[in-house]
């Protein structure tokens, strides 16, 4: 395979750099039939999200699944659909440059990019980028609290991909996840407290995380189990007892048993139960986005409020929340322990060391 071209532009005596790659899902680049065959092709093609024999998914997924599901998805998206485009992208670029405002305010000279495992930005060419612009350290940042080899082990897949077809490869960290870092609980707990402040208290809090077949807590995965970490010291900062709030999961696909109890239910058991008013939370997302503004938002109003209820709040992911940002450069301080990002590269000195590069190569000419 080709070398990048970023390969072939390495000058001897270039400055070592740092960067951050915040890596989250994906979005179609609009909201349309087409974008989204694109986009469920590749996202619904990845082995880590469908664990089904190739001979069997593919043909169902080509010749049923997305001129079904193209369409309808088409629709959803153009229901939350910003001036700007997807509000998963926006968002994430939003985080991106608050977490590269806060990194250089407090002195580091480190890249801070974002990207996609799916649709654009992709991984591979956001890292061509940083990689012709001479980053030799690398820290990559799933944006999944939890881990799950759906998300966080295939977003880590992509860069491994890129790392295998690069001569010089930088030096790499990963974070692994997030679930039970203090500064999130706190972030969490605080945005929580502030909705309430504004709006008063629910009488239950449902903090809905996104679903997972069954069968993947029974082969190891772990993201159930963080997930019901987070929703336990979330509760504790906002010291809710367990009458006071429910975890559920959401956004089930397919027919075979997913992470129980499901949302949809839930808020109407909730309702058909006499609760007048819920509040609705996914800590399992960095960034709002299909999943949690219009499944959330739009259509478990809608479940909880046909089946009885009389309030309805959804409370926004911390996406580019300054709060949080400020929490999450905490996070990604620790694991930049080590590496010189408080360094200014001298511009005299690799001017010099650059000719002097140049005048050893034209002298063994």
């Keep these: 395979m080709t070398a990048p071209p970023a390969d072939r532009q390495y000058v001897h005596g270039t400055a070592p750099r740092v960067a951050v790659l915040l890596l989250n ?43 079904l599901r193209a369409p309808k998805s088409a629709a959803k998206y153009a229901s939350i659909w910003q001036t700007q485009g997807s509000p998963l992208a926006t968002g994430t670029a939003a985080l991106a440059a608050s977490v590269q405002a806060t990194l250089g305010a407090r002195g580091h000279h480190v890249l801070v990019r974002h990207a996609m495992r799916y649709g654009n930005p992709s991984t591979a060419t956001v890292l061509d980028e940083l990689h012709a612009q001479g980053v ?42 997030f679930a039970d870092d203090p500064e999130y609980i706190n972030a969490l707990a605080t945005s929580i407290r502030a909705h309430w402040t504004e709006h008063g208290q629910p009488e239950r809090l449902v903090m809905s995380f996104h679903g997972m077949p069954q069968r993947t807590l029974k082969l ?18 906002l010291e809710l007892n367990a009458q006071r709030y429910v975890v559920t999961f959401q956004s089930r696909f397919g027919k075979q048993p997913w992470l129980q109890p499901y949302t949809e239910p839930t808020l109407r058991d909730l309702a058909k139960a006499g609760v007048k008013r819920v509040d609705t939370v996914c800590p399992g997302f960095a960034v709002d986005c ?43 301080e620790s694991h930049l322990q080590g590496w010189p990002s408080r360094q200014v590269p001298d511009t005299t000195q690799l001017a010099a060391s650059r000719e002097r590069a140049r005048a050893m190569g034209a002298a063994n000419i």
């Design 25 to 67: 899902l994906g979005t179609p680049d609009a909201p349309t039939a087409p974008a989204l065959r694109r986009y469920l092709r590749e996202f619904l093609s990845d082995r880590r999200v469908v664990e089904i024999p190739r001979a069997i998914w593919l043909p169902l997924l080509n010749g049923i699944i997305l001129p």
């Design 220 to 237: 190891g995965d772990p993201y159930h189990c963080e997930c019901q970490k987070t929703a336990r010291l979330l509760a504790q900062a």
């Design 290 to 332: 299909l999943e949690t503004l219009e499944e959330i938002a739009m259509e478990g109003k809608q479940a909880f409020l046909s089946s009885g209820g009389n309030e309805y709040h959804y409370i926004p992911c911390l996406n580019a929340d300054a709060h949080w940002a400020e929490a999450f450069t905490n996070l990604l």
């Design 136 to 177: 030799t350290r690398l820290l990559a940042v799933p944006l999944y609290p939890q881990y799950s080899a759906a998300t966080t082990a295939s977003s880590l897949d992509a860069v491994m991909a890129w790392l295998s077809r690069v001569r010089r490869q930088p030096e790499l960290r990963t974070v692994r996840h």
